[in-house]
């Protein structure tokens, strides 16, 4: 079986009957099962290079987690360079060959990796650190004698304070001009750290649904609010540079798979970031823009009927990072009609399922779509590529190669 694949052509279409194929082609395979539908894959990554409007994406990899698919989006024109979540991550990644860009989306406090990240010339080159704090450049200068010039990127605070509220994720403290101009002084007052890149996630447009009238206001007004600022803030930072003398800004990156249309409309943005698109989980069911495939799908196999219309399939209980709610369970798509009970949710061994159609038989198998993209991974040791109704490779997750990245 191979390990490896390409994406589709833009061109093909998307067969119909996705259980009926998904089940045909993981026969004789015990559950639990994760599965790519090729066709959907593909698609979907066609459809976010489509929405970057000309701009590269690059691939947010903790939606992903799977060297292999990484490796057959990077070879897809659009997509350039990786938006790793560790530094563990991102060497693994260069060591391997994958990609020789890759900004660490976060900041890291790893000591180990840290070191071996400042005792090679071809890491140094390939990787970015991540920045919104003075201690992290501390931390960096403690572990070695820097030998050549580290990479930095800083990170934007992207949220919208509005009415003393605070709308969206709580990352960077560096939220104004201000802050952003003594931010690049810092970095840049000496010659250890090259300050390469900026980057800003606008969680409260790309993180939100469009389900709601005021949802929607709330992200044209932050939208709005947030273009003007990005471009003052990139400015007054490519000012510092040229005081400084050093080259300006290599990228400018902003973004998620749920506003990219926003994002890349943003003069000051260069790249988007993108990775939850690719698998086209539930979470991104909700928006108007755009509307993803299902991609990545999990298999779990009925063993009980305790009562009527009532089955049991066994495990389940891969439950979404993020505030406890209903949103965060696993969706069974397949066979449809199917919910969860109220009392057990989805369980941890075991799953019982209220039907509201023909009832599945025991032995049947039942597919769910994971609330959020990466996180799938870490459940299974291999993703089976299916297109058609034949599984044509089978690749490893994170999980998988025995990478705890995380």
Aim: with cysteine; charged share 20%; glycine share 8%.
């Amino acid at each position: 079986m191979d390990t490896s694949f390409k994406l589709l052509e833009a061109t093909r279409t998307i067969p119909e009957a996705q259980h009926r194929r998904l089940t045909t082609a993981t026969t004789g395979l015990d559950s639990s099962v994760a599965v790519l539908d090729l066709h959907a894959l593909s698609a979907n990554a066609h459809s976010l290079v489509h929405r970057a409007n000309g701009k590269p994406v690059r691939v947010a990899s903790k939606s992903v987690r799977s060297a292999a698919v990484l490796q057959a989006v990077l070879a897809t024109p659009g997509f350039y360079g990786v938006l790793a979540f560790s530094l563990s991550e991102a060497i693994m990644l260069v060591d391997s060959g994958i990609t020789e860009d890759v900004v660490v989306g976060y900041p890291t406090t790893a000591t180990t990796a840290l070191d071996k990240l400042l005792h090679s010339p071809k890491l140094l080159g390939a990787i970015t650190l991540m920045i919104d704090h003075p201690d992290q450049i501390r931390l960096i200068r403690q572990i070695a004698t820097l030998r050549a010039p580290v990479r930095i990127c800083l990170d934007l605070d992207m949220s919208w304070h509005a009415g003393g509220f605070h709308l969206g994720t709580h990352r960077s403290p560096i939220h104004t001009v201000q802050q952003a101009t003594a931010a690049a002084q810092y970095v840049t007052a000496g010659r250890d750290f090259r300050l390469v890149g900026v980057m800003g996630y606008e969680a409260q447009i790309a993180g939100v649904t469009d389900e709601h009238a005021a949802v929607k206001a709330m992200k044209r007004a932050s939208v709005t609010e947030l273009s003007a600022r990005r471009h003052l803030m990139v400015e007054a930072i490519e000012r510092v540079l040229a005081q400084r003398g050093m080259p300006p800004l290599a990228f400018v990156n902003g973004g998620g798979t749920g506003s990219m249309e926003t994002t890349s409309a943003d003069a000051s943005v260069t790249e988007i970031a993108a990775g939850s698109g690719l698998y086209g989980p539930h979470l991104f069911d909700r928006y108007d823009a755009f509307s993803p495939h299902p991609a990545a799908l999990f298999g779990l196999d009925v063993v009980r009927k305790p009562a009527p219309g009532l089955i049991t399939v066994h495990g389940g209980g891969w439950i979404a990072s993020g505030a406890p709610g209903k949103d965060r369970l696993p969706q069974p798509v397949y066979p449809t009609g199917l919910s969860y009970t109220t009392t057990e949710g989805a369980g941890e061994v075991q799953t019982p399922l209220k039907t509201s159609a023909d009832t599945p038989a025991i032995g049947e198998r039942v597919w769910f779509r994971h609330t959020k993209a990466g996180e799938l991974a870490e459940h299974v040791n291999h993703f089976h590529i299916v297109a058609d109704d034949q599984i044509t490779a089978t690749v490893n997750t994170y999980r998988g190669d025995g990478l705890a990245l995380l």
